[in-house]
């Protein structure tokens, strides 16, 4: 009786076991699930913040396109009024403006290709870079525009010829 009770006792222990073995196989599959889910969550979570980024940065970049677009508007326009300047002058000026307009443009190109992550496959440490760049390009850009802007208003005040002809290219350029 007693060899069976302890046989009993072993046999339940190994039931109990493997009992055990199943809920804990249960319960380990059930985690790994969760971890594959979670991290497809996770790295969709990192992709969209890289693209936030990147919008963020791309954002700053139109701005600074038109910036560069609306103050060549309005310097040629006035350009185009100045009858202190020649056609061949103001065909020199068309060409300037039109290289500046054409690098414009080529960044933006270049800005697109480096977004477009489909296109371009990099690091997104590279991708930021490239981002970087051609912010700093696109910047440059804008102030080599307002430099040149500068120039031929400082040209325009002095081929000035008496007093009212100045004031009236100051206020034409609102200068002070």
Not at 4 to 17: G, M, V
Not at 90 to 118: C, H, N, P, T, W
Not at 157 to 169: E, P
Request: aromatic share 10%; glycine share 2%.
């Amino acid at each position: 009786m007693q060899n069976q009770t302890i046989w009993l006792q072993n046999t339940q222990k190994t039931l109990e076991n493997a009992m055990s073995k199943a809920k804990l196989s249960e319960i380990s599959e059930w985690t790994q699930r969760q971890r594959n889910l979670y991290q497809d969550y996770f790295a969709e979570l990192n992709k969209v913040k890289h693209v936030i980024s990147y919008y963020h940065q791309v954002k700053a970049i139109g701005s600074s396109q038109i910036r560069l677009i609306q103050a060549y508007y309005k310097a040629w326009q006035l350009l185009k009024k100045d009858t202190h300047f020649s056609t061949p002058e103001l065909k020199y000026m068309a060409k300037v403006y039109a290289g500046i307009l054409k690098e414009s443009v080529r960044q933006i190109d270049q800005l697109l290709l480096v977004v477009d992550s489909f296109q371009t496959q990099m690091s997104d440490a590279a991708r930021l870079e490239l981002i970087r760049q051609a912010s700093d390009q696109a910047d440059q850009t804008y102030f080599d525009l307002l430099s040149f802007n500068q120039q031929n208003i400082g040209l325009a005040l002095s081929r000035a010829r008496d007093q009212n002809d100045l004031r009236q290219i100051k206020g034409i350029y609102g200068v002070q």
